[in-house]
């Protein structure tokens, strides 16, 4: 009777395991990722023109570039934010105000 009892916890142990991990999302594959935020930085009329670089490991967004104000550069995380499977973006993107401010004070 115990090893009974101890085979229908185990059991109901792993259907509720299988129940959670099917209800689970499935991991966005990391070209996909890429795909949908260059696609979406496409799509915004302001970004567009802007030249931003996009990379994606294991779910995370590494944004690189340069863009006209830094405005730009924020609205640019947020558009990635939002896209599925995307963990965490790194957004490293310069902006010309900034860089045009340094290179005055490095003359």
């Given at each position: ?77 947020h558009l990635i934010e939002k896209i ?5 973006v790194l957004n490293e993107i310069d ?13």
């Amino acid at each position: 009777m115990k090893a009974l009892t101890t085979s229908f916890i185990l059991s109901a142990l792993f259907a509720t395991a299988t129940a959670f991990a099917a209800d689970a999302p499935a991991a966005v594959p990391d070209d996909e990722i890429t795909r949908q935020a260059q696609a979406a930085l496409a799509a915004d009329p302001v970004l567009k023109s802007q030249k931003i670089n996009v990379s994606t490991e294991k779910g995370e967004v590494h944004l690189t570039g340069v863009v006209a104000e830094q405005d730009m550069m924020v609205t640019a995380g947020h558009l990635i934010e939002k896209i599925p499977g995307v963990k965490f973006v790194l957004n490293e993107i310069d902006n010309e105000d900034y860089l045009r401010e340094q290179a005055a004070k490095q003359k």
